[in-house]
């Protein structure tokens, strides 16, 4: 069984910080060929936040929050990771980490396993 477990979600004030997790489970790891981090706040589009790739560890990140957030991974345990610094009000969303193979590092539809999200409530 397919899982994509995400902890570390929660409420901060501006200017704070969270990391958060995102463990692989029920799959060969590197079948998929990249792993991303997306956000939905109510009422707006799902938006592609920020995406790994497994070999070779390129990065990609939306323009809102380049030099703020990190992703990374540690492919020994299956789980990637996104940093979050300086967070902003407007990064009030829930998060979700997903596994994915071809096409762009920021559309959903190339990515086919999807883990529940995690709640990140940034407060002013």
């Known amino acids: 069984q397919v899982q994509l477990v995400e902890t570390g979600g929660g409420s901060v004030q501006a200017g704070g910080s969270l990391r958060l997790s995102c463990a692989a489970s029920?799959?060969?790891?590197?079948?998929?060929?990249?792993m991303g981090w997306f956000r939905q706040a109510p009422g707006k589009e799902r938006e592609g936040v920020a995406t790994i790739y497994i070999h070779g560890g390129s990065t990609y990140y939306t323009d809102s929050v380049k030099g703020r957030f990190t992703i990374s991974q540690d492919n020994a345990k299956n789980t990637v990771y996104l940093q979050m610094n300086s967070l902003k009000p407007e990064d009030t969303a829930m998060y979700y980490c997903a596994a994915g193979y071809g096409g762009s590092w920021y559309s959903f539809s190339n990515f086919d396993y999807w883990g529940q999200g995690t709640q990140v409530t940034v407060s002013s």
């Open positions: 029920g799959y060969t790891y590197s079948t998929r060929s990249k």
